[in-house]
């Protein structure tokens, strides 16, 4: 076990410097030249020249990748192109506002989901599961976009039960600006959830040790909780598990729409305004995050089921 | 498993979904969509969204179904040309997402060893990177329009596909049938090609389903971040244009896309479920 | 499980119930940024946005006339207007006595000292820093009298050093202040009223290294409490301000508008300041609405609910107490033409002909609800320069002319002509704007698609000369032709600001003869002259010139239009009795 996770740990240097290259080809190689763009409009030719050699974009290209490897190991991301903050302190501002909408969102929608997926899995095939199949369906057939503009207008505005936008990044004071953002993010991932729930507990309901449970007079709902629910645990923890390290990404357009001052936002200014070095450090921690968790999900395996042995 | 038993299991799975008035009904949605976008292509017997009527905003009534916009078009005129685009969005992108998720999964089950090593470690690499950047970065590089929306969205579209392949492939490798084939000689493209991809088939296309509306629901969010179709309709730019009509009180355009699109993707979606119920062996019996 | 869900929701339930509760013992503005703020380094200010935060903390020698119209100069932390020797070169300045900047911990005691003049040799010298790479640099590049040698002698060295002496900037006593120019600018002193010029201190700077722009401390009226870039922006009056007093005396027809009530009353005349950053305009709308915010400037797709009869406040706001400010802004939309393409460079019928066929009229009513007004040329009404009297007949639309002459330009119909390829930005009114233009180039048969960019795309494209037909605005930077002039003056092609890559032999002699010379008839006719040759020349399809159009609620008092945003903050009020009333009504 422990073998194996140093293991997996070690895969994340393969797994860093891979993304570094590609975030380095498309955002260095391809993308626009930042220097006019941070120079403003009467830039000076003399201007946009010596930015580029202060930013290191005259380097050779083999010497600029060797910038975003060492930065990626030592988390060194200095300081933002267009906004000369400092990086790291940056994420660190914007991670609670993000978090703060996207944890509670996100473990609410868990829960609600596989309440759901469990109540329709014991309806299956009658009109309850039908009807909670259509809602969920329904829901997720309409465009996030649609639902902000939506729901803002009319719960906020029309009936101000929310706050229309904003942030305080005290608790319980965010509760107030996250709740609507948040709403509309449970609605958004009902849908696929319990489909995905109801699945996977199905596939475990039509197995021969249900049968036997079942045969041995365990009561339907016992048979549920018990069994099933238990033998869905693993396929369930890697859909959960696996969704979080993008929820320290933030919810894109859900605190543009909500002026949320999360990563989300972070990432997208970044992105529009050709910021590479919040681009890079943005997309190096999520992949960080992203087999930190893939790696927690295999531990969490052996817990589930003590049949798994990681080699 | 012979190649009789999967026969028969095409057909159980057919008639099972024939059975399925749910499904039944989202393939006819599909189907006219379908074809509402290919007349829309070849331009028959569509109504004009670029012809003005000159009056801006009028509400829906009997003449115009969804009322016009700014510029005094036909809303529904547009809304008919938006599902031209997102119908050609869900295809192309599938085109591109399947065979490159097929067949790279497949190498990395059927090959194991260094092969899956490698693309284990580019699954991995590209599936960390948030989806979002991938999309905007390649727009970036290949310049706006529809063409950069469809190569966005099928470049990262194939990530799911391949690893669901992948294990799949590797479950098959083992069984007898694959055995039985190399016992006979089959090589590695037989064995691969004829008889282990067959029976992966149904992912395929439940998966095609799924990438569909993906990429339908994609193109909205892509036009909204200014990504997404240049110079004609889409639902996008429709609901696009909402963001700053709703609190005016326009609200048609938003409902007149969202409605084409709402019902198309869950046409999708319950279709999607149905082959699913219908294609997988475990569920056989129900 | 269920059970604590139910808490769960409960609790969320409760926090949700308590909504803020509004104070009235304190005068707060409340205000809202549509773009996030970078930070507080005057040197950094190009945009307006940050431009505006930025003023409230930090001030510079000169500011614009709160009131009087056209714009007018008035000593800021100057004493009074500067001494200019006769041939125009030496411009010498008192400073203020008594000015001290905000406390802070950098001063010794935390207590903020006086204003000297070496403080503004200081800043300004932070301008020419090739280590800082101002934004403002254009303002004062080949200049001030050995400013651009001191640049360029530490340009590749390790340090800079602020010690040196520069001849044309010099601080002669701690009060008086002399720059020595190598021609003479007459816009120079336009550029010490723009918020990169502000004084700062260099203890502040040098003591906060790198962070030093999120820790403003100017000699401004307000004081920064509390920073988030992407969130809000908090101020509260700066309790060590120096006696500056509202304007006495205004534009006529102020006092008549209540813009003298509180004329001669210490400022700043608010408590505080809120400055809310919304990106997306439906929440900014909603807000206002709900009276969360106190002026806004009006989406275009709100008007119909703003306006009526293109000029009156609707009656369902009005009845609210809701204001409307309509004012002419000092800027130019157009659509250039890379006139490094031989398409567009020696064929000027065929840019007549896109000119001609371009439906202002309609434009107007679609973009802007009717309120623009066409431009003749590349100057706006209010800038000296600007001739109200002449029309460029190749603004009237005119389609059938527009396919004579197209046909004259060596395409009829469109025939023979490539599909032309129009640049623009992903949002939502430049799409539009795309498709209209579009629209009306298709009937006179020109083809054109459109690309849209990110911004730093269409930056790129403009600055390598790669985009064909794109979509811009300018706005003054300061009241002066030569502002506008430049875009079209042929040495500064791309990447330098004039993007169409114009070059008229005779519209650039003209242009360098006008820039030394002082304000004067001789300039305007001059420039007149420069305004008909833009016309005639079509260097650009010319769009409009714009109507600012804001909406304030009734509680806000003292809000008049200015284009130069950055000190008007300190100027407005706030009637708290009226707000408790009007509160009531939204």
Not at chain 2, 222 to 232: A, F, K, N, R
Request: proline fraction near 4%; hydrophobic fraction near 45%.
């Amino acid at each position: 076990m422990t073998n194996y996770i140093i293991r997996r740990l070690l895969y994340l240097i393969p797994v860093v410097l891979g993304v570094g290259l590609i975030i380095f080809i498309l955002f260095n190689v391809v993308a626009g030249d930042p220097a006019p763009l941070l120079l403003g409009k009467h830039a000076t030719p003399q201007q946009v020249h010596e930015l580029r050699e202060q930013l290191g974009l005259n380097k050779p290209l083999y010497m600029q990748y060797f910038d975003v490897v060492r930065s990626s190991f030592t988390f060194d991301f200095g300081r933002s192109w267009a906004t000369r903050q400092e990086i790291f302190e940056m994420i660190k501002i914007g991670a609670w506002p993000s978090l703060t909408l996207t944890i509670p969102a996100f473990f609410l929608s868990t829960v609600i989901s596989i309440l759901l997926a469990l109540v329709v899995a014991f309806y299956r095939g009658k009109g309850i599961d039908l009807f909670i199949r259509f809602l969920c369906i329904a829901g997720m057939s309409i465009s996030s976009v649609a639902y902000i503009l939506f729901f803002q207008y009319f719960f906020a505005y029309k009936l101000g039960w929310f706050e229309i936008s904003g942030y305080e990044p005290q608790f319980p004071d965010f509760f107030s600006y996250v709740a609507l953002p948040g709403i509309i993010w449970i609605v958004l991932s009902l849908g696929p959830d319990v489909r995905f729930f109801r699945t996977v507990i199905l596939d475990e309901i039509y197995q021969d040790y249900v049968r036997t449970a079942r045969a041995k007079g365990l009561g339907e709902i016992k048979v549920l909780l018990k069994h099933v629910l238990r033998n869905a645990m693993i396929p369930i923890i890697t859909y959960v598990v696996i969704q979080i390290p993008f929820l320290i990404l933030g919810a894109l357009l859900l605190e543009s729409f909500f002026s949320i001052p999360g990563l989300g936002g972070i990432t997208l200014n970044a992105l529009n305004s050709s910021d590479f070095p919040v681009i890079k450090a943005m997309a190096v921690l999520s992949s960080i995050a992203y087999i930190l968790f893939s790696l927690l999900t295999d531990i969490l395996y052996t817990v589930a089921d003590p049949r798994v042995k990681l080699k | 498993m012979s190649s009789q038993d999967t026969r028969s299991l095409w057909a159980d799975a057919f008639s099972r979904l024939v059975k399925d008035r749910w499904a039944l009904i989202s393939l006819l949605v599909v189907v006219t969509y379908a074809l509402v976008a290919l007349m829309a292509t070849l331009g028959i017997g569509m109504p004009d969204w670029r012809s003005s009527l000159g009056i801006e905003y009028l509400a829906p009534s009997g003449e115009f179904w969804f009322g016009t916009d700014l510029f005094g078009r036909d809303v529904f005129a547009k809304v008919i040309h938006g599902t031209k685009i997102a119908m050609s969005v869900g295809l192309i992108t599938s085109l591109i997402a399947i065979p490159i998720g097929v067949v790279i999964g497949a190498l990395a089950g059927y090959f194991g060893g260094w092969v899956d090593d490698i693309i284990s470690w580019f699954i991995t690499t590209f599936s960390s990177i948030p989806n979002i950047m991938l999309l905007i970065s390649i727009t970036l590089i290949m310049g706006k329009g529809l063409l950069s929306v469809y190569l966005a969205l099928g470049m990262t579209g194939w990530v799911g596909l391949a690893r669901l392949i992948r294990g799949e492939v590797m479950k098959h490798k083992e069984r007898e049938y694959v055995q039985a084939a190399s016992a006979l000689g089959g090589g590695h493209y037989r064995k691969l090609f004829v008889h282990i991809l067959p029976n992966v088939t149904h992912l395929v296309i439940i998966n095609t389903s799924l990438q569909f509306q993906t990429a339908i629901k994609s193109e909205v969010i892509l036009s909204y971040l200014g990504l997404g179709v240049q110079g004609e309709p889409s639902w996008g730019t429709m609901i696009d244009d909402a963001r700053m009509e709703l609190a005016r009180g326009v609200w048609w355009q938003l409902a007149g896309a969202t409605l084409a699109m709402f019902i198309i993707v869950l046409a999708f979606n319950i279709l999607g479920d149905a082959l699913r119920d219908a294609l997988d062996p475990k569920l056989k019996g129900k | 499980m269920l059970k604590r869900l139910t808490i769960i929701l409960s609790l969320l339930l409760v926090v949700l119930g308590c909504t803020r509760e509004q104070n009235y013992n304190e005068k707060v503005l409340n205000l809202i940024s549509p773009q996030k703020i970078k930070g507080f380094d005057p040197i950094y200010a190009a945009d307006m946005y940050a431009s505006n935060e930025i003023g409230k903390v930090y001030e510079g020698l000169l500011e614009f006339h709160y009131l009087k119209r056209p714009y007018v100069l008035t000593p800021n932390l100057a004493e009074s207007m500067p001494e200019v020797s006769k041939d125009g070169l030496t411009y010498t300045f008192k400073i203020k006595k008594g000015v001290v900047f905000q406390d802070s911990k950098v001063f010794p005691n935390g207590k903020g000292r006086e204003l000297k003049a070496s403080d503004f040799v200081y800043s300004i010298q932070r301008m020419a820093d090739p280590k800082l790479q101002s934004t403002g640099w254009w303002l004062l590049d080949g200049k001030i009298a050995g400013l651009n040698e001191w640049r360029d002698k530490y340009a590749s060295a390790e340090k800079v050093n602020y010690d040196e002496e520069i001849s044309g900037l010099k601080a002669l006593d701690t009060h008086t202040l002399q720059f020595k120019l190598v021609k003479p600018v007459p816009q120079f002193l336009y550029a010490l009223a723009m918020t990169f010029t502000s004084a700062v201190a260099r203890e502040v700077v040098e003591g906060y290294g790198q962070e030093f722009q999120n820790y403003p401390v100017g000699t401004g009226p307000f004081k920064l409490g509390y920073f988030d870039n992407s969130n809000r922006i908090v101020y509260e009056k700066n309790p060590t301000f120096r006696d500056k007093f509202y304007p006495t005396e205004g534009a006529p027809g102020d006092e008549e508008r209540g813009f003298l009530a509180d004329a001669g009353k210490k400022l700043p005349l608010v408590d505080k300041v809120i400055v809310n950053i919304i990106v997306e305009s439906q929440p900014q709308w909603l807000n206002f609405q709900k009276g969360s915010a106190d002026i806004l400037g009006v989406p275009k797709d709100n008007f119909d609910q703003t306006v009526v009869n293109g000029k009156d406040l609707h009656p369902s706001m009005a009845s609210k107490g809701i204001k409307l400010e309509m004012v002419n802004s000092l800027d130019t939309t157009y659509i250039a033409f890379n006139h490094e393409d031989p398409l567009f460079k020696n064929n000027i019928k065929l840019r007549q002909a896109m000119s001609l066929a371009y439906d202002r009229d309609e434009a107007n009513k679609l973009f802007y609800n009717n309120t623009a007004k066409t431009a003749h040329s590349i100057i706006p009404p209010g800038i000296s320069g600007h001739k109200a009297d002449y029309k460029n007949p190749y603004v009237a639309f005119n389609v059938e002319q527009a396919k004579k002459v197209l046909a004259e330009a060596g395409y009829p119909d469109g025939k023979g002509l490539p599909e032309l390829s129009y640049e623009t930005v992903g949002s939502t009114v430049a799409r539009q704007m795309g498709e209209f233009f579009v629209k009306k180039m298709a009937d006179i048969g020109v083809k054109v698609k459109i690309s849209t960019n990110t911004w730093p795309e269409l930056v790129k494209k403009t600055n390598t000369k790669a985009a064909q037909l794109f979509g811009m605005a300018w706005g003054a930077d300061y009241p002066d032709a030569e502002n506008f002039f430049g875009l079209l003056y042929g040495p500064n092609e791309a990447p330098g600001s004039n993007s169409s890559n114009y070059k008229n032999a005779e519209m650039d002699k003209l242009f360098k003869q006008s820039t030394i010379m002082q304000d004067s008839p001789e300039r305007t006719a001059l420039y007149e002259q420069m305004y008909v040759m833009a016309a005639d020349q079509v260097p650009w399809i010319y769009g409009m010139h714009r109507t600012a159009v804001t909406v304030l609620h009734g509680w806000l008092k003292n809000y008049k239009y200015i284009e130069f945003t950055q000190t008007q903050i300190q100027y407005l009020n706030v009637d708290l009795e009226s707000k408790k009333v009007l509160v009531n009504k939204l």
